[in-house]
């Protein structure tokens, strides 16, 4: 026999066998009750590493174990919008770019929300935005046009979402059509609160938390600690659920600091996403049945670092455009089923890899 050949089957069979011990060997993986998605809107991998340079310690980010890589392109365009991508890794299926929650045809796809809702899971979001924009929109809502805030405020009348925490209260008191879909949120068993203090303070089970008329603004404007403090607040009410439950939460405003160009308060919305990403990673750790994944919907600006310093925590960023690009997104995933987001896939697969960690067939 070739001695080249044999040493290639014992080192073959040796790795099997090694394998095969380590497969008996391992115990049983944690089942995943719950699921925390967090999506920086416009955060790109550059970004990133900006806000890792200015930062005098590391990251929250930095503790996630797995990271990945997933194309972003809608069903009619090589550059997604928020809408397009958001629908996508919500449901799994490509849409146009301007549409939440609907095919390609306009057809209204289920959520994974709507999937964990239907099982029985608690579910909840939160965004810096209005919550009747697009990425939190695409979670809940079903309309063709994401401008349609006033259809999107309806269409979360249509779910038992227990938590929902953001701007956008205009859209549910100050409509068009004179509605008030606050007294119906009430009927429905909701808590309505409309500041961020009266948020935090709410011991209520299902809450409506409106921390906006519209959407709130940077960080450096004003904002203070909305993001991470909505989270924990979220993360509090729905974890009193037994059979577990799914979150997702926005950074909304990197993509809005990535359009202006403004490089200061891009890096400070990143560093406030990441402060949020610490609440949830925190949770998880101590939990235990987390899974806590971390994406974009896409990059915005065309950001480059062109220089820097380590040591001064100083960096310089160039920008390409003032619009979205094609850039992959960087996934990044911490706790048990985290290794399935290693790897380069598309946005809808996001979906079904959240699909499989809750069980859902």
Known sequence: MNRAFLFVLILFTGVMSISCDKGESMPDAPEINNVILMIGDGMGLPVVFAAMTVSEKPLNIQRCTTNGLQTNFSADQYITDSGASGTAIATGTKTLN???GVDAQGNPVRTI???????????????TSSLTHATPASFIAHQSNRGNYELIASDFLKTDIDVMIGGGLDHFSKREDKLNLTDDLKEKGYTVTTTLDETLNSTAQKLAGFTAPVHNPYRLKGRGKMLPQSTRKAIDILSKSKEGFFLMVEGSQIDWAAHANAADTLIDEVLDFDEAIGIALDFAENDGHT?????ADHETGGVTLVSGDINSHSVKLNFATKDHTALMPVVFAYGPGSTDFAGIYDNTDIFRKMKKA???E
């Open 358 to 360: 809750f069980g859902f």
């Open 98 to 100: 301007g549409s939440v």
């Open 291 to 295: 899974l806590v994944v971390v994406t």
């Open 113 to 127: 929300l709507e999937i964990a809702d239907e099982n029985g899971f608690a579910t909840g979001l939160v965004s």
